[in-house]
């Protein structure tokens, strides 16, 4: 364990923020003298790039457009012990930073989210935005068994050990989505502190499209729901299938041909048995993906253990 200061990392995704990037940089330069700030770009058209490098920021670019790029570029290729992320559009408290930072420097947690929902916050939410996110939490809860409160922050401190050890695939605004639930998968802890969110600033835009993002996030839930619990999605799946075929084979053979023409009534039969096999395919499907994906939870952990024998890799 190093006996020096761990080193912290202030990381900031940014297109088009000139309005609030350099209060940013300041508020989280006057919180954490010592960190290193970054403000990852995606060719921005304003002047956010020249006021980042004024207020002294490392600003770096990504070519790919969207959040979720500049968040694996980010976690690829920043070193530090600790790391921060927010939102370059100063919709996030600065001074809750070191209560966000607490309990990842005492190894009590890997990722601590800034929640804007939890008890007690007073956070300036559009209604469509609260009731969306109070959506999304109530599904991925449901679904992976988690009691998180707000899943899309865009305000979070890191472990060295989450950030290098997490493979993130998404490019846009799923980001967040992919990288609570792949923490609730892997088994990382997680812990949620209050935040009370702000309003963007007056000539300061929003990036995300609510509809078109939605619809990504729950497209991500709903994937990596059937990705990493193939038994369950394909056993739901497969039940319900083989349900409403045997309710429609059990019509058709209780009430005899009620179409009048034989063909027809045939027709029905051969499909309603077709649905229960398909539901039985279904579940077989399931039983094995939940058998390899056993395997290589296996194989995952034994790389893991073979991996912290070595230095780099070692946890803090
Ligand atoms: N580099 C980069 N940053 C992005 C991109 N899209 C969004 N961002 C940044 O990611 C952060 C979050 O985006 P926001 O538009 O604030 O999204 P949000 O916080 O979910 O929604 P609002 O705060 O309500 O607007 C901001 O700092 C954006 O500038 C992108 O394509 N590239
Ligand atoms: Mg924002």
Redesign the pocket.
């Known amino acids: 364990m190093s006996e020096q200061e761990p080193t912290i990392a202030v990381l900031?995704?940014?297109?088009?923020?000139a309005v609030s990037i350099r209060k940013v940089i300041t508020d989280f330069r006057s919180e954490l003298p010592d960190a290193d700030i970054y403000v990852?770009?995606?060719n921005s058209t304003d002047d956010t790039v020249r006021i980042a490098q004024e207020a002294g920021a490392i600003v770096c670019q990504?070519s790919r457009?969207?959040?979720g790029y500049?968040l694996q570029s980010m976690f690829q290729g920043v070193e530090a012990d600790l790391y921060v992320l927010v939102?370059?559009?100063d919709?996030y408290p600065s001074q809750a930073v070191h209560c966000l930072l607490a309990p990842v420097r005492a190894h009590e947690a890997d990722m601590v989210v800034g929640s804007r929902l939890h008890k007690g916050t007073q956070s300036q939410w559009s209604p469509l935005?609260r009731l969306g996110n109070w959506f999304f939490a109530l599904t991925l809860n449901r679904f992976f068994g988690a009691h998180l409160t707000d899943i899309?922050s865009?305000y979070r401190a890191f472990s060295r050990r989450f950030v290098k050890g997490i493979s993130l695939f998404s490019g846009g605004?799923e980001i967040e989505t992919e990288l609570t639930i792949k923490a609730i998968q892997r088994g990382y802890r997680i812990l949620e502190v209050p935040v009370d969110l702000r309003r963007?600033s007056e000539g300061s835009e929003?990036?995300?499209h609510l509809a078109r993002d939605g619809i990504l996030i729950l497209a991500m839930i709903m994937s990596l729901f059937r990705d990493y619990k193939p038994l369950t999605f394909f056993g739901i799946v497969g039940l319900a299938l083989s349900f409403v075929g045997l309710v429609s084979l059990l019509f058709a053979s209780t009430t005899g041909n009620w179409t009048g023409e034989p063909g027809l009534w045939l027709a029905w039969m051969i499909t309603s048995i077709l649905v229960i096999l398909a539901g039985f395919l279904a579940v077989s499907i399931g039983m094995v993906l939940h058998t390899i994906d056993r395997r290589f939870q296996e194989f995952e952990s034994q790389i893991w253990s073979i991996a912290r024998t070595r230095p780099n890799l070692e946890e803090e």
């Not at 900031?12 to 923020?17: A, Y």
Request: proline share 4%; charged share 35%.
């Open positions: 900031i995704p940014c297109l088009n923020e990852f770009d995606n990504e457009r969207g959040k500049v939102d370059g559009d919709t935005n899309l865009g605004f963007r929003s990036k995300i």
